[in-house]
């Protein structure tokens, strides 16, 4: 018991407190440590079919954000489609 209850002890410790640094379209901004594009997108609450994502000078594709992991130290852009005329 002791052995499962460290286990998810460390588990919270890395997902839920450890932060990393990033910038965010020009803004430095500390984010939990191991999202990937998606779950940053969740984070950040926006609307994942409104946005384009780009991490460190290149563009993440939408069916590449779930195995594209933010690092600490990363360059993000993302911008929102805005509709109307």
């Known amino acids: 018991m002791r ?8 588990r919270m410790e890395t997902s839920e407190t450890k932060t990393i640094q990033v910038v965010l379209n020009g803004e430095p901004r500390s984010i939990p440590a ?8 969740v984070f950040l609450e926006m609307d994942p079919s409104r946005v384009a994502v780009e991490l460190d000078r290149a563009i993440v594709r939408k069916p590449d954000w779930t ?7 990363a360059q993000l852009e993302v911008v929102w489609f ?4």
């Open 3 to 10: 052995n499962e209850r460290e286990c998810q002890t460390r």
């Open 34 to 41: 191991g999202l990937t594009v998606d779950r940053l997108l």
């Open 67 to 73: 195995a594209a992991e933010v690092q600490d130290g």
């Open 82 to 85: 805005v509709g109307g005329g």
